[in-house]
T-cell receptor, first 109, second 114 residues
Framework: TQLLEQSPQFLSIQEGENLTVYCNSS?????LQWYRQEPGEGPVLLVT?????EVKKLKRLTFQFGDARKDSSLHITAAQPGDTGLYLC?????????FGTGTSLTVIP | KAGVTQTPRYLIKTRGQQVTLSCSPI?????VSWYQQTPGQGLQFLFE???????NKGNFPGRFSGRQFSNSRSEMNVSTLELGDSALYLC?????????????FGPGTRLLVL
């Protein structure tokens, strides 16, 4: 069983559409990170959220940490082909990082 | 600042052989973690080293081992390779700042076991 469940697992959308990816758990995390990974490469850090209810924006990407620090979401506005990749969330329990199952996003031009 | 580097980037081995992978963390980072990534299982935690000591270990067989040197560089070793060990092996170095730990990944080593 995965400590962090991501949904959806796969997402294929047209350029310009909006989307939201969810990362859910029954465990509490001291912090949560989002990464984007391209094929054959390592995950690249997008953001770290720490405080319950925290919202961070990175251009067209909006990240939210749940009030109870058990879940998070990533919203992309007006998706572009360059957003294509595997999105991973990772929660830190203070002892170890746990990774989500991943969401594979394809943005079609 | 240079990022996390991993060598080699690609490796082909046959069943029964052993392999050693290397990871150089970001300068100043003392913690290094190793992960195995496969399409079916996603990112699975192998182990974490901090100041040359193993701090955490995932649920992998004893064929998987690692170590960390005084300069924080780390190696992982897989002995008696099996076909199922084919994967992308990722190394991450981390730093704690204001009690928040952040991991940064290297490009990975793609291992193919034939």
């Amino acid at each position: 069983t995965q400590l962090l469940e991501q949904s959806p697992q796969f997402l294929s959308i047209q350029e310009g559409e909006n989307l939201t990816v969810y990362c859910n758990s029954s465990s509490v995390f001291s912090s949560l990170q989002w990464y984007r990974q391209e094929p054959g490469e390592g995950p690249v850090l997008l953001v770290t959220v720490v405080t319950g209810g925290e919202v961070k924006k990175l251009k067209r990407l909006t990240f939210q940490f749940g009030d109870a620090r058990k879940d998070s979401s990533l919203h992309i506005t007006a998706a572009q082909p360059g957003d294509t990749g595997l999105y991973l969330c990772a929660g830190n329990t203070g002892n170890q990082f746990y990774f989500g199952t991943g969401t594979s996003l394809t943005v079609i031009p | 600042k240079a990022g996390v580097t991993q060598t080699p980037r690609y490796l082909i081995k046959t069943r029964g052989q052993q392999v050693t992978l290397s990871c150089s963390p970001i300068s100043g980072h003392r913690s290094v973690s190793w992960y195995q990534q496969t399409p079916g299982q996603g990112l699975q935690f192998l182990f974490e080293y901090f100041s040359e000591t193993q701090r955490n270990k995932g649920n992998f067989p004893g064929r998987f081992s690692g170590r960390q040197f005084s300069n924080s560089r780390s190696e992982m070793n897989v002995s008696t390779l099996e076909l199922g060990d084919s994967a992308l092996y990722l190394c991450a170095s981390s730093l704690s700042r204001d009690r928040v730990e952040t991991q940064y990944f290297g490009p990975g080593t793609r291992l193919l076991v034939l």
